[in-house]
């Protein structure tokens, strides 16, 4: 049983920065990919970054590139989201995913296990 646990999330001034982590646990991810998603109130589960656990090539959705940063650590089973530059548009509860497979995909429906989820809230 795959496991996930994010953590970090909380409440920052527009303009600030948070990294969030997401602990894996029950199985080895070689072969797997990623995700972090996020979800407002009242609006979808959006996509936000992914990575290739194997190859740790990365995947942005337009409106954090540039200001977001995916990176996974494959000794600690550990993925991280480095948020700065962070808008109250940001706020949102976010997710981490993982899925079956190298490439990392921009559709909640591809992946496999979700973690409980860890609120970001930007204040302007």
């Known amino acids: 049983q795959v496991q996930l646990e994010e953590s970090g999330g909380g409440l920052v001034q527009a303009g600030g920065s948070l990294r969030l982590s997401c602990a894996a646990s029950?199985?080895?991810?070689?072969?797997?990919?990623m995700g972090w998603f996020r979800q407002a109130p009242g609006k979808e589960r959006d996509f936000v970054a992914a990575i290739s656990w194997s190859t740790g090539t990365t995947y942005y959705a337009d409106s954090v590139k540039g200001r977001f940063t995916i990176s996974r650590d494959n000794a600690k089973n550990t993925v991280y989201l480095q948020m700065n530059s962070l808008k109250p548009e940001d706020t949102a509860v976010y997710y981490c995913?993982?899925?079956?497979?190298?490439?990392?995909?921009?559709?909640?429906?591809?992946?496999?296990?979700w973690g409980q989820g860890t609120q970001v809230t930007v204040s302007s």
């Open positions: 029950g199985r080895t991810f070689s072969g797997s990919a």
């Open positions: 995913a993982i899925r079956q497979g190298y490439i990392g995909s921009y559709y909640s429906k591809d992946y496999n296990y």
